[in-house]
């Protein structure tokens, strides 16, 4: 469970302790994140911090296994979401936080 990331830095922070977790775990197939916040709001201050270095650890460590990815109130960038989805071919269930022309965006994989 993790509280909510308004700055950059705590972002990366995160992504760090969190690729460190799931480092050793090659046959990972499902990864889901929780928040402290029950619902927080998609205007608060840190809501568009994106992960997309987790999102490159997950693609270059668990691309081959990884099905269900619940990232729950994390936000990715376009560029994170078309990577993710052009590499992770086995995913089957992806829950996140995503911009209003992430679509678009993908549109094209």
């Known amino acids: ?3 909510d990331i308004q ?19 090659p046959n990972l ?26 999102v490159e650890h997950l693609i ?9 990815l619940d990232f729950g109130c994390v936000f990715v960038s376009n560029q994170g979401l078309r990577s993710l989805f ?3 071919k086995m995913l089957e269930e992806v829950h996140l936080w995503v911009g209003a022309d992430a679509m678009v965006s993908i549109n094209s994989i």
């Open 1 to 3: 469970m993790h509280q």
């Open 7 to 25: 700055f950059k830095q705590e972002a990366n922070e995160f992504d760090k302790w969190i690729r460190r977790a799931i480092g050793g775990s």
């Open 29 to 54: 197939e499902i990864l889901r994140l929780e928040s402290a916040d029950e619902d927080p709001s998609p205007n608060m201050p840190g809501a568009r911090v994106a992960h997309d270095a987790l």
């Open 60 to 68: 270059r460590k668990h691309t081959e296994r990884l099905r269900v």
């Open 86 to 88: 052009s590499s992770c």
